[in-house]
């Protein structure tokens, strides 16, 4: 009789047990259905942001193409938002969901460094992306803020040579410079033969490009304004 007591007594014990677990399971899966659905919104506002800022090589003005790519900002910081109060009903398990939104936030991140670039000329500081998308520091963790510079680096070649054919022919000069300091601040950090490492390698291809397009513009005497250098030269004389 204490055996049968005993197996009724375990077999009450595991159902209880697993009726947790099957909570627990319902409840991490309605939480990562949200969580995902506010990521495929991010997912589409990258999109829109990406399509937009594609018109900067088509010699758009860029005081426009910035306008309506900025509108995509405020929408992604008010995900963020929306996200921040999901997660609040997990306090503490923030790693086990943020694979459902890195990748967004990746795109997200490489787009308002090229935006941001376009506006300045400078470098977008990992301070400052917190600031335009309304994040705390952890969303930004879960991804390399290195692999987002290097991800927008690959749009410059193009964007300088397309701002050339528009006639800009200072602008290979300024870029050139922008990315000779990048590249030298990289050669600063000790990188790993890892996904990183590679990426930065193929850096050097990028910076080879837009030297090809300096010297070309050097090579011709071309100015910012199309005259020849020497113009500038007599009437100095």
């Not at 969580?35 to 003005?61: D, K, N, Y």
């Not at 987002?148 to 397309?162: A, D, T």
């Not at 033969?193 to 193929?202: H, I, V």
Request: hydrophobic share 35%; aromatic share 10%.
């Amino acid at each position: 009789m204490a055996e049968g007591g005993d197996s009724v007594y375990s077999s009450s014990s595991m159902e209880k047990e697993f009726e947790g677990f099957r909570s627990q399971l319902e409840e991490s899966g309605s939480l990562r259905e949200r969580i995902r659905a506010v990521a495929m919104e991010m997912e589409s506002a990258t999109r829109f942001m990406h399509s937009g800022l594609l018109r900067v090589h088509q010699s758009r003005p860029v005081p426009e193409v910035l306008e309506k790519a900025k509108v995509q900002i405020d929408i992604l910081k008010e995900l963020y938002r929306r996200l921040a109060e999901i997660l609040k009903e997990c306090p503490g398990q923030y790693y086990r969901y943020h694979g459902d939104w890195r990748s967004e936030t990746q795109t997200a991140v490489s787009l308002i460094v090229f935006l941001h670039w376009l506006e300045t000329g400078n470098l977008l500081m990992h301070r400052e992306t917190e600031e335009k998308l309304g994040c705390t520091f952890n969303f930004l963790t879960s991804l390399s803020p290195f692999r987002c510079v290097i991800f927008q680096l690959r749009r410059i070649p193009r964007y300088v040579v397309n701002q050339v054919t528009a006639g800009d022919y200072d602008c290979p000069r300024k870029v050139l410079k922008f990315l000779t300091e990048l590249h030298a601040a990289f050669r600063m950090l000790n990188l790993r033969n890892d996904f990183l490492r590679k990426k930065f390698d193929g850096m050097k291809y990028d910076l080879r490009r837009v030297e090809e397009v300096y010297y070309d513009v050097k090579i011709r005497d071309l100015t910012a304004n199309g005259d020849p250098i020497g113009g500038d030269q007599g009437t100095q004389a």
